[in-house]
T-cell receptor
Framework: GQSLEQPSEVTAVEGAIVQINCTYQ??????LSWYQQHDGGAPTFLSY????GLEETGRFSSFLSRSDSYGYLLLQELQMKDSASYFC????????????FGQGTELSVKP | DAGVTQSPTHLIKTRGQQVTLRCSPK?????VSWYQQALGQGPQFIFQ???????QRGNFPDRFSGHQFPNYSSELNVNALLLGDSALYLC???????????????FGPGTRLTVT
């Protein structure tokens, strides 16, 4: 089966940098996605890594190491509005479009 | 351009009843996936529809069924409701040709179902 592990919560201050880690186990890894979800809101797509390395999108970057079954989301210049839950999710090539989500990391940004 | 829409927003049902939730995908999208999200948990995949057929299914009982219409909209039906079915039900749409290489799905705001 598939499983993902990520920290349940992280706290950081405004303007700082924070890294949210994700380790995964899956039989047919295809790619790792990251989603942001504010309280009561819809998850929104942040990034996707299918190959090793760093993908940068503005203040957010995502990294993948396929050999280590590990990835992380890096958030720079933190803002109060970044307080939300962040989910990593894997796509399994044996499972088509099915996304398997982690339990989520609740990020609290303090002033 | 409207994003993914879902109806109703909130719903309260009694154990044993049946419920139908509706989803309209983002314009240009042809694939709809349904997820169940319990409080404090990540979304759990229920199933995915493409070309009006169920393509993938998660570990959910047959009480959960769905349908996709020719205009790509979709319904999720849950029969014989249990207290444990109380959750946020999320619909996500994607364009199949883009979703596989990018993993990108667009989520709707969800339907909050409470079973009493």
């Amino acid at each position: 089966g598939q499983s993902l592990e990520q920290p349940s919560e992280v706290t950081a201050v405004e303007g700082a940098i924070v890294q949210i880690n994700c380790t995964y186990q899956t039989s047919g890894f295809y790619g790792l996605s990251w989603y942001q979800q504010h309280d009561g809101g819809a998850p929104t797509f942040l990034s996707y890594n299918a190959l090793d390395g760093l993908e940068e999108t503005g203040r957010f970057s995502s990294f993948l190491s396929r050999s280590d079954s590990y990835g992380y989301l890096l958030l720079q210049e933190l803002q109060m509005k970044d307080s939300a839950s962040y989910f990593c999710a894997v796509k399994d090539r044996n499972q088509g479009g099915k996304l398997i989500f982690g339990q989520g990391t609740e990020l609290s940004v303090k002033p | 351009d409207a994003g993914v829409t879902q109806s109703p927003t909130h719903l309260i049902k009694t154990r044993g009843q049946q419920v139908t939730l509706r989803c309209s995908p983002k314009s240009g999208h042809d694939t709809v996936s349904w997820y169940q999200q319990a409080l404090g948990q990540g979304p759990q995949f229920i199933f995915q529809y493409y070309e009006e057929e169920e393509r993938q299914r998660g570990n959910f009982p047959d009480r959960f069924s769905g349908h996709q219409f020719p205009n790509y909209s979709s319904e999720l039906n849950v029969n014989a409701l249990l207290l444990g079915d109380s959750a946020l039900y999320l619909c996500a749409s994607s364009w199949r040709g883009r979703e596989m290489p990018t993993g990108e799905q667009y989520f709707g705001p969800g339907t909050r179902l409470t079973v009493t």
